[in-house]
């Protein structure tokens, strides 16, 4: 995928299903089971979209990332780990999710995470300040849903990257005006025979809040 990671960054990626695949034999966190699957749909999958947004963004510095309804971590807890100078937000209203999500924090040492328990519309100020450089999403809603309910908290300059799998042509079609489609990119998971598509939205020329 030409991602580089360090031996700390490839041990806490492992870790990290080991808890997953451990806490979801009791609370459900995800339908897959079989730790294989969980590396290629949940560790490969997340990690593929960075090259492409590391390219986009041309920065591996600070930035504020909110991932909404999170479930079990993905993409935030991989990015956070394969990108640790970034702040990583992850929100879901399932409290026996964020309860998983505050172990994995605890136990893999990770500063840069942070983990809400509430809707991503009713967010405190002092949980979004000036707002997110990049908010993502990995089936939590259909586009325009996922908009109107985030794109509030999105910086100046920011980018709404939501992931999807098939072109989302009916989404779309669908999404507000108010939106501009940068990019539409397909990705390859290694040994994931499916597609897989990450978008770049920015507002088009509205001002903040009124998406």
Same mark, same amino acid.
């Given at each position: 995928m030409g991602l580089f990671l360090g031996p700390l960054e490839c041990r806490k990626l492992l870790a990290y299903l080991t808890l997953l695949e *451990? &806490? +979801?034999r009791v609370y459900n966190l995800t339908a897959i089971r079989d730790p294989d699957e969980m590396i290629t749909h949940?560790? =490969?999958?997340?990690?593929? #979209?960075?090259p492409f947004l590391l390219e986009k963004i041309k920065s591996e510095s600070f930035l504020r990332i909110l991932d909404v309804g999170t479930g079990g971590g993905v993409p935030g807890? @991989? &990015?956070?780990?394969?990108? @640790?100078?970034? $702040?990583v937000t992850l929100v879901d209203v399932v409290k026996? *999710?964020?309860?998983?999500l505050s172990q994995v924090k605890s136990e893999l040492a990770l500063t840069s995470v942070v983990v809400h328990t509430e809707r991503v519309e009713l967010l405190s100020p002092s949980v979004v300040g000036e707002g997110f450089d990049i908010i993502t999403s990995r089936a939590f809603s259909d586009l325009d849903l996922f908009v109107q309910l985030a794109g509030r908290w999105l910086a100046i300059d920011g980018r709404m990257v939501p992931l999807?799998?098939?072109y989302p042509s009916r989404e779309l079609a669908l999404l507000s005006d108010a939106w501009q489609v940068e990019e539409v990119h397909a990705l390859a998971v290694p040994s994931l +025979?499916? $597609?897989?598509? #990450? =978008? =770049? =939205?920015? @507002?088009n020329g509205l001002k903040k809040g009124k998406y």
């Amino acid at each position: 995928m030409g991602l580089f990671l360090g031996p700390l960054e490839c041990r806490k990626l492992l870790a990290y299903l080991t808890l997953l695949e *451990k &806490w +979801n034999r009791v609370y459900n966190l995800t339908a897959i089971r079989d730790p294989d699957e969980m590396i290629t749909h949940h560790l =490969l999958d997340a990690l593929a #979209v960075l090259p492409f947004l590391l390219e986009k963004i041309k920065s591996e510095s600070f930035l504020r990332i909110l991932d909404v309804g999170t479930g079990g971590g993905v993409p935030g807890i @991989p &990015w956070a780990i394969a990108c @640790p100078a970034w $702040q990583v937000t992850l929100v879901d209203v399932v409290k026996k *999710k964020t309860a998983f999500l505050s172990q994995v924090k605890s136990e893999l040492a990770l500063t840069s995470v942070v983990v809400h328990t509430e809707r991503v519309e009713l967010l405190s100020p002092s949980v979004v300040g000036e707002g997110f450089d990049i908010i993502t999403s990995r089936a939590f809603s259909d586009l325009d849903l996922f908009v109107q309910l985030a794109g509030r908290w999105l910086a100046i300059d920011g980018r709404m990257v939501p992931l999807k799998g098939e072109y989302p042509s009916r989404e779309l079609a669908l999404l507000s005006d108010a939106w501009q489609v940068e990019e539409v990119h397909a990705l390859a998971v290694p040994s994931l +025979n499916a $597609q897989r598509h #990450v =978008l =770049l =939205l920015k @507002p088009n020329g509205l001002k903040k809040g009124k998406y």
